[in-house]
């Protein structure tokens, strides 16, 4: 068994109230952690939404500064896309930082 890869996204989102979406569809991923954070040791200001569709107000998992949350997929040979992600902000220039595997 060999080691897993970790890599990382880092996303902020420019305007309150318009999710955006956190990346192209070029990254799949078996795994993926969001961190309520706007950079590397930076918390944000206020909550932040993950959602999966990208109308303002639409449910998603809510975090505060600093929290986090996991998605895996269910199967080995199964994977989440980064175009599946919409970030969603109550503080202009706050975000996420993702962190996957593949």
Do not use: W
């Not at 991923?29 to 309520?36: D, K, Q, Y």
């Amino acid at each position: 068994m060999g080691q897993q890869a970790l890599n990382q996204i880092t996303k902020t989102v420019s305007a309150t109230g318009t999710p955006e979406v956190l990346g192209s569809g070029a990254v799949r991923a078996h795994s993926i952690t969001f961190f309520a954070m706007k950079a590397a040791r930076t918390d944000n200001a206020g909550r932040v939404y993950i959602q999966v569709a990208s109308g303002n107000d639409t449910a998603g998992a809510p975090l505060d500064p600093g929290d986090s949350v996991t998605f895996t997929a269910n199967g080995q040979d199964e994977y989440f896309s980064d175009n599946q992600f919409y970030i969603d902000v109550e503080t202009a220039g706050d975000g996420v930082v993702a962190i996957y595997n593949k």
